[in-house]
């Protein structure tokens, strides 16, 4: 059973910083890809970044490129969403997922076989 649990979320001001982790247990293949997500109320879940595992490759949504970042610790498993110059839009619930069958750098949510239960992110203005 693939486990993922995200942490770091919680209240921070516009314009402020956060980093969300992302930490993978009960897995044993080498080669996935880890993408995070976002899910705002009455809203479709946004892809945000996806980074294969393997070779540290990553494709960043166009709403996020310039402000966020992702990265992975293998050592750890464990993947992380650096999240600069947050804005009140960015306020959601942030999902990571890891892409088993087949992976590459999709910003597909339907693409994910196996997701955490979330992380709430909540921006002041």
């Known amino acids: 059973q693939v486990q993922l649990v995200e942490s770091g979320g919680g209240l921070v001001q516009s314009g402020g910083s956060l980093r969300l982790s992302c930490k993978i247990s009960?897995?044993?293949?080498?080669?996935?890809?880890i993408g995070w997500f976002r899910q705002a109320p009455g809203k479709e879940r946004e892809g945000l970044a996806c980074?294969?595992?393997?070779?540290?490759?990553?494709r960043l949504g166009d709403s996020v490129k310039g402000r966020f970042s992702i990265s992975r610790d293998n050592a750890k498993n464990m993947a992380f969403l650096q999240a600069d110059d947050v804005r009140v839009e960015d306020s959601a619930v942030y999902y990571c997922?890891?892409?088993?069958?087949?992976?590459?750098?999709?910003?597909?949510?339907?693409?994910?076989?196996?997701w955490g239960h979330g992380t709430q992110v909540t921006v002041a203005s």
């Open positions: 980074v294969w595992r393997g070779d540290g490759r990553t």
């Open positions: 009960g897995f044993i293949s080498d080669d996935y890809v």
């Open positions: 997922a890891v892409m088993r069958i087949t992976p590459w750098l999709s910003l597909k949510h339907t693409d994910y076989e196996d």
